[in-house]
């Protein structure tokens, strides 16, 4: 199966210490994108990768929070000092971008963190 | 600015036919998405509509889609306990010549009974 890939697929650690998650798009897009999904809501954006170049940022995405795609392959996004309030689902999506037109996102299963 | 509603919950008996109904507000909406997530999974692309069609076809699920109301349906044929899931609308919005993140609906929630 070539789909995305996210680990670790449940994290719960205290809070004030760091996180960090992984996400392996489907190998031949070249955009890359991070969710958020807090319980019985829809996903909110939280930044997009186009290859390496990290294009867009939502207000949401705090100073805590960082994303990384160095090579333009996989991802990682970092949170640092973790709050309460970071307990969520964080959902990683690729897609193919071929110039005037997009293709359709393709989400992984997603990571869950539990903060206590 | 970008707004998608959705009602919460449907419940409709197997074998019925199930129309979900998504609202959305921004006029420069390019593609519109349906996704299915199923509990403790991620989100599986269902099917998907370019603004300028007014349906799409495919299998035993049919969207359509009226422009002029911002109106998108989704209307799955035959419904069976499997269908049971939480469906998201989603759009993309074509910003400067291209199209990138999307903004979802608050997710309605399909429930089949026997």
């Known amino acids: 199966d070539t789909g995305v890939s996210q680990n670790p697929r449940h994290k719960i650690t205290k809070r004030g210490q760091n996180v960090t998650f992984r996400c392996d798009p489907i190998s031949e897009h070249n955009r890359l994108y991070w969710y958020r999904q807090t319980l019985g809501q829809g996903p909110e954006f939280l930044t997009y990768?186009?290859?390496?170049?990290?294009?867009?940022k939502s207000r949401l995405l705090s100073d805590r929070f960082s994303a990384e795609r160095p090579k333009g392959s996989f991802s990682t996004l970092e949170i640092q000092r973790t709050e309460q309030g970071d307990s969520a689902m964080y959902l990683c999506?690729?897609?193919?971008?071929?110039?005037?037109?997009?293709?359709?996102?393709?989400f992984g299963d997603g990571t869950r963190l539990s903060i206590l | 600015g970008e707004d998608v509603e959705q009602s919460l919950f449907l419940s409709v008996r197997e074998g019925d036919s199930s129309v979900i109904n998504c609202t959305y507000t921004?006029?420069?909406?390019?593609?519109l998405y349906w996704y299915k997530q199923e509990p403790g999974a991620g989100l599986q692309l269902l099917t998907y509509?370019?603004?300028?069609?007014d349906m799409k076809q495919d299998q035993r699920l049919t969207v359509l889609l009226n422009k002029k109301d911002k109106h998108l349906s989704l209307r799955i044929a035959d419904t069976q306990t499997g269908d049971s899931a939480i469906y998201f609308c989603a759009e993309s919005i074509n910003r400067g010549g291209t199209a990138s993140k999307l903004t979802f609906g608050t997710g309605t929630r399909l429930q089949v009974t026997l």
């Open positions: 921004d006029s420069s909406s390019t593609y």
């Open positions: 999506a690729s897609s193919a971008y071929r110039g005037g037109g997009n293709q359709p996102q393709h």
């Open positions: 509509i370019f603004s300028n069609m």
């Open positions: 990768f186009q290859n390496e170049a990290q294009l867009e």
